[in-house]
């Protein structure tokens, strides 16, 4: 992950405003959700696939989600009303 990734994950932080989640867990979420597999995911934070599971497991009870598919749509919708709202 370049520099520029790294500073574009913690800008779509945003996305992600439950106040429970973690620094850590927002990361993870905004990495998958920008399509990282849980693998590359685990491998650029230095933790397990179990690891990220638990804490993108975290992010859907958060984001009020049954699955992670969920939590990509709603990243997604989040987005487009954060766009829209710059655009208005």
């Known amino acids: 992950m370049t520099e520029h990734d790294a500073i574009r994950i913690s800008q779509l932080h945003q996305i ?3 106040v429970q989640l973690t620094e850590r867990q927002k990361d993870i979420a905004v990495m998958y959700v920008i399509g990282c597999t849980v693998e590359e995911i685990a491998s ?3 933790i397990t696939t179990d690891g990220v599971m638990y804490h993108l497991n975290l992010v859907k ?5 049954a699955t992670l598919a969920g939590v990509r749509t ?6 487009m009303a954060i766009v ?3 655009e208005s």
């Not at 009870?61 to 989600?65: F, I, L, Y």
């Open 74 to 79: 709603i990243a997604f919708l989040r987005m």
């Open 61 to 65: 009870r958060a984001v009020g989600s």
């Open 16 to 18: 992600f405003p439950e």
């Open 44 to 46: 650029e934070k230095g």
């Open 84 to 86: 829209l709202t710059r």
